[in-house]
T-cell receptor, first 112, second 114 residues
Framework: GEDVEQSLFLSVREGDSSVINCTYTDSSSTYLYWYKQEPGAGLQLLTY?????DMKQDQRLTVLLNKKDKHLSLRIADTQTGDSAIYFC????????????FGGGTRVLVKP | ETGVTQTPRHLVMGMTNKKSLKCEQH?????MYWYKQSAKKPLELMFV???????ENNSVPSRFSPECPNSSHLFLHLHTLQPEDSALYLC?????????????FGNGTRLTVT
């Protein structure tokens, strides 16, 4: 079955690194995504990783995928106040018609 | 212009009203989606249109009626809604024949049913 879980809240000091974690249950996931939602806005695609990769880096963002443990993480280096938002992970499951299943979102608060 | 545009941004309607939400995408995609985002609930997929045909309807009440006249436009017609239908309604699009195509979202319509 499809189930994607995230912790609800993360508080981090400006300039530190943030790590947002996500677990999923479906081993047939093909792609995994991270989205960011700022107040009053829709979901903005940040990055994604193919399931046969372990890591992907994109500027301040690093995605780590542990397929054995079905664990995905997003690391934000040098976290800024503008990074305060809700972050959603999502998995695309080929067996489910390539539908995206979203986690409940992690609210990240960056303190100056 | 943003890739996916939704109007209106905010809507307040009574339970007996009829209104429509509009979504337009300028990304050349051929699949469009309606999602509902309520407080303290995961994102709920409502409808999916691929190549202008409805391919998914997730047990959504009939008071929500989608329409996809072409691959760039998507509507959600609303009538006799309930207060629990108050939520952020998000439209998204993707490329249906590329299975790695991510969803691109609009900024949503904040709906309040009084």
């Amino acid at each position: 079955g499809e189930d994607v879980e995230q912790s609800l809240f993360l508080s981090v000091r400006e300039g530190d690194s943030s790590v947002i974690n996500c677990t999923y249950t479906d081993s047939s996931s093909t792609y995994l995504y991270w989205y960011k939602q700022e107040p009053g806005a829709g979901l903005q695609l940040l990055t994604y990783i193919f399931s046969n990769m372990d890591m992907k880096q994109d500027q301040r963002l690093t995605v780590l995928l542990n397929k054995k443990d079905k664990h995905l993480s997003l690391r934000i280096a040098d976290t800024q106040t503008g990074d305060s938002a809700i972050y959603f992970c999502a998995e695309r499951v080929k067996a489910a018609g390539n539908k995206l299943t979203f986690g409940g979102g992690t609210r990240v608060l960056v303190k100056p | 212009e943003t890739g996916v545009t939704q109007t209106p941004r905010h809507l307040v309607m009574g339970m007996t009203n009829k209104k429509s939400l509009k979504c337009e995408q300028h990304l050349g995609h051929n699949a469009m989606y309606w999602y509902k985002q309520s407080a303290k609930k995961p994102l709920e997929l409502m409808f999916v249109y691929s190549l202008e045909e409805r391919v998914e309807n997730n047990s959504v009440p009939s008071r929500f009626s989608p329409e996809c006249p072409n691959s760039s436009h998507l509507f959600l017609h609303l009538h006799t809604l309930q207060p629990e239908d108050s939520a952020l309604y998000l439209c998204a699009s993707s490329q249906a024949n590329r299975y790695n195509s991510p969803l691109h979202f609009g900024n949503g319509t904040r709906l309040t049913v009084t």
